[in-house]
């Protein structure tokens, strides 16, 4: 085996040039005999030479992972953005959504009831909270699935808002009560892997993930549209108004990340791991903030969101 793969397609050049640290793929050529793979390192090998072993391995490993057929990685010319394929990790579909997420970090706030909310401590664990209308485990793959009814079909608003919402607002992990954090401090980080499989009617879409304003506003909130389609609203000032900004495109359906950053005072948002969007919040002076993520509805026909990971880093 060489480095210089036959049927080599542009898309794996391009897969093994992400996957592989560059200076790997470049620099190296793996020997035609691979045997050295399962011999120990020996106690003589000097210090390069141990170096060489380990980039031999890595190298391998990175040619045989690219050359896999569980990876097909897009290159969208027109957005200019890598569309890797994210690999989720294991979820359990016989557990409620607690068994598979650390829900330690959220309360739920559901489209039902005076709006109903449904504490941390009920939601954690296999055997936590779940309702089969709103808030459940799917259970073909174990997802966690947040769906808000048609305005038609009736649903709940909170008092500061006109849209129904089954959402995860943050709290401090260690008692379940609301938490707000300082967006001067760092970090501040909410990744989230998911897929909007039904995004609503309104222009800019469901609101998929936000950071609110320890207060009646948001600062931010990242939405996604039924063509795909993914903005980032940003107020302007604590009274309101959104200045928008486009941030990418997923066809509807389809398993993407995004990340959003409120630390050192700076906002940022990216998706499926590429380069951070960096967003003027005007004159939002660092207010007190907390992170919001789920399925918080802008139109007036249903929407339905499919959650692979959420984690909060502070
Ligand atoms: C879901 O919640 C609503 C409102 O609390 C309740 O009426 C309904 O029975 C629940 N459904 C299930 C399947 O638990
Ligand atoms: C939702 O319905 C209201 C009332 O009929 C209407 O004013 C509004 O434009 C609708 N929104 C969308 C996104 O269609
Ligand atoms: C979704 O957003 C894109 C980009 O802003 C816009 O062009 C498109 O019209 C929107 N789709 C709908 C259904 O409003
Ligand atoms: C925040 O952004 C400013 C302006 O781009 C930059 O100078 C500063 O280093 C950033 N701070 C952090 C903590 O990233
Ligand atoms: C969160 O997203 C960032 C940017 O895409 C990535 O570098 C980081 O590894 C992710 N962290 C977790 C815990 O998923």
Not at 4 to 10: G, N, P, R
Not at 12 to 23: E, G, R, S
Not at 139 to 148: A, F, K, N, P, Y
Not at 220 to 231: A, D, F, K, R, V
């Given at each position: 085996?060489?480095?210089?793969?036959?049927?080599?397609?542009a898309r794996?050049?391009?897969?093994?040039?992400?996957?592989?640290?560059?200076?790997?793929?470049?620099?190296?050529?793996?020997?035609?005999?691979?045997?050295?793979?399962?011999?120990?390192?020996?106690?003589?090998?000097?210090?390069?030479?141990?170096?060489?072993?380990?980039?031999?391995?890595?190298?391998?490993?990175?040619?045989?992972?690219?050359?896999?057929?569980?990876?097909?990685?897009?290159?969208?010319?027109?957005?200019?953005?890598?569309?890797?394929?994210?690999?989720?990790?294991?979820?359990?579909?016989?557990?409620?959504?607690?068994?598979?997420?650390?829900?330690?970090?959220?309360?739920?706030?559901?489209?039902?009831?005076?709006?109903?909310?449904?504490?941390?401590?009920?939601?954690?664990?296999?055997?936590?909270?779940?309702?089969?209308?709103?808030?459940?485990?799917?259970?073909?793959?174990?997802?966690?699935?947040?769906?808000?009814?048609?305005?038609s079909d009736?649903?709940?608003?909170?008092?500061?808002?006109?849209?129904?919402?089954?959402?995860?607002?943050?709290?401090?992990?260690?008692?379940?009560?609301?938490?707000?954090?300082?967006?001067?401090?760092?970090?501040?980080?909410?990744?989230?892997?998911?897929?909007?499989?039904?995004?609503?009617?309104?222009?800019?879409?469901?609101?998929?993930?936000?950071?609110?304003?320890?207060?009646?506003?948001?600062?931010?909130?990242?939405?996604?549209?039924?063509?795909?389609?993914?903005?980032?609203g940003v107020?302007?000032?604590?009274?309101?108004?959104?200045?928008?900004?486009?941030?990418?495109?997923?066809?509807?359906?389809?398993?993407?990340?995004?990340?959003?950053?409120?630390?050192?005072?700076?906002?940022?948002?990216?998706?499926?791991?590429?380069?951070?969007?960096?967003?003027?919040?005007?004159?939002?002076?660092?207010?007190?903030?907390?992170?919001?993520?789920?399925?918080?509805?802008?139109?007036?026909?249903?929407?339905?969101?499919?959650?692979?990971?959420?984690?909060?880093?502070?």
């Amino acid at each position: 085996m060489s480095w210089s793969v036959q049927e080599t397609s542009a898309r794996t050049t391009l897969l093994v040039a992400i996957i592989c640290p560059p200076d790997s793929s470049r620099s190296h050529s793996i020997p035609s005999h691979p045997s050295y793979i399962k011999q120990p390192p020996s106690a003589h090998q000097t210090p390069i030479m141990r170096s060489r072993t380990a980039i031999y391995v890595l190298t391998l490993i990175c040619l045989t992972t690219a050359l896999s057929s569980t990876l097909s990685g897009t290159f969208d010319a027109d957005q200019g953005n890598l569309q890797l394929p994210i690999k989720a990790a294991a979820l359990d579909p016989s557990c409620a959504p607690g068994g598979n997420f650390d829900l330690s970090y959220w309360e739920l706030q559901l489209p039902v009831g005076k709006p109903d909310v449904i504490s941390s401590a009920r939601l954690q664990e296999c055997w936590g909270y779940q309702n089969a209308s709103y808030f459940f485990t799917d259970q073909s793959d174990g997802t966690m699935v947040m769906i808000v009814p048609a305005k038609s079909d009736g649903c709940v608003t909170t008092p500061d808002s006109e849209h129904c919402r089954t959402e995860l607002r943050e709290v401090d992990p260690s008692s379940g009560e609301l938490i707000s954090w300082d967006p001067n401090s760092s970090p501040n980080r909410l990744n989230v892997t998911l897929s909007v499989t039904t995004p609503d009617d309104s222009l800019h879409g469901t609101v998929i993930g936000q950071i609110h304003i320890d207060g009646i506003k948001p600062v931010c909130e990242l939405y996604y549209n039924s063509t795909g389609h993914i903005n980032m609203g940003v107020e302007r000032s604590e009274e309101g108004g959104q200045t928008h900004t486009p941030i990418g495109f997923v066809e509807v359906g389809t398993m993407f990340s995004y990340q959003i950053k409120y630390e050192g005072g700076n906002l940022s948002v990216n998706y499926n791991g590429g380069e951070p969007q960096v967003l003027n919040t005007n004159d939002l002076d660092a207010p007190p903030s907390y992170f919001k993520v789920g399925n918080y509805n802008q139109g007036n026909s249903s929407s339905d969101v499919h959650f692979y990971s959420v984690v909060v880093t502070h």
